[in-house]
């Protein structure tokens, strides 16, 4: 199916898109797909890695690692939902995705997405508790607590996304169905919109995942700010327990800072490549960094690794 034949569809329910992504050249395709490949391998095995220490370390068993198996589970999810998808297409002529395909990967990618911001909210509160009101931690954050923020994790990123893939799903389309993109994403289908009311779908859309963004940022913040406060105030006692904060950190700035960029920096033709790039940050590196951050910068989940190859 040629990129012609795409274009004359119906336009107001297109059945196929056609995905540009980066270079058509035989030789960047094979670079690419060797990359993708070796980061997404990465990405699988780094969090099944932390997932499995912390299923079986029984020392491992606490609220921070409890979310951090979840953050490595999502990490796995997240990535999952594009790469493959992209890998497909570094060899295949027609890096074509289905209408209800592309719908499916916004969902997912939302999802997965707005529950890894939410994730990240909790354990900045988890470390705010355990820093700011150390006696009362155990009996705050029991395992119940626990199970519940995780819950508000997943059902608070599934429902927005749903909303958002609704709506999406119900625009109209006109003239080419080709999307600038690696992959489908909610900013370039809106592009690719001929609604009327294109403007105000598109302020509701930003302003669901928004909420879901601005609202889990600003826990973490507000957290973090409690913590400093602490630290400077309680001395070097705290200050070794704020070392279990540095790798959140770490996270929680390239993964809501890559996001930002990307999402608040305005699309243009001619920053195709720039947008490609922000996009592979935020959706594939990160995640593949999540692990190598949490190993290198805990000495718990060293030990752990320590353990495991000894034995």
């Known amino acids: 199916m040629s990129p012609e034949s795409l274009q004359q569809g119906n336009l107001?329910?297109?059945t196929m898109f056609l995905l540009l992504g980066f270079s058509s050249a035989y030789r960047a395709q094979v670079t690419l797909c060797l990359c993708f490949s070796l980061v997404y391998l990465v990405t699988v095995l780094g969090n099944l890695l932390i997932v499995t220490l912390i299923w079986l370390d029984a020392h491992l068993h606490s609220p921070m690692y409890f979310f951090l198996g979840h953050l490595s589970f999502l990490d796995i999810c997240y990535s999952s939902v594009t790469l493959p998808k992209i890998l497909g297409d570094s060899f295949s002529p027609q890096r074509t995705i289905s209408f209800v395909g592309c719908i499916a990967q916004i969902y997912f990618f939302l999802c997965f997405g707005g529950s890894e911001c939410m994730l990240l909210a909790a354990m900045a509160y988890?470390?705010?508790l355990a820093i700011c009101h150390p006696l009362h931690y155990p009996a705050v954050m029991s395992k119940k607590m626990c199970h519940c923020l995780v819950a508000i994790s997943w059902l608070s990123g599934s429902l927005s996304s749903l909303i958002q893939a609704f709506l999406t799903a119900r625009l109209p389309f006109c003239g080419s169905n080709m999307i600038d993109h690696l992959f489908c994403e909610m900013p370039f289908l809106l592009k690719a919109s001929c609604s009327p009311n294109a403007p105000l779908n598109k302020a509701t859309l930003y302003a669901l995942a928004g909420t879901i963004a601005m609202g889990s940022f600003l826990l973490t913040f507000v957290s973090y700010v409690h913590i400093i406060g602490a630290v400077l105030q309680k001395g070097a006692g705290t200050q070794r327990t704020f070392a279990t904060c540095t790798s959140h950190l770490i996270v929680v700035s390239l993964f809501f800072g890559t996001g930002a960029v990307a999402y608040l920096v305005?699309?243009?033709?001619s920053s195709k490549e720039t947008d490609n790039v922000l996009a592979l940050l935020y959706a594939i590196v990160t995640?593949?960094?999540?692990?190598?951050?949490?190993?290198l910068r805990n000495s718990e989940v060293k030990g752990t690794i320590r353990k495991a190859l000894h034995r």
Do not use: E, G, Q, V
């Open 126 to 128: 988890d470390r705010y």
């Open 287 to 295: 995640p593949m960094l999540n692990p190598i951050i949490y190993s």
């Open 12 to 14: 107001s329910s297109p």
């Open 266 to 269: 305005p699309h243009s033709s």
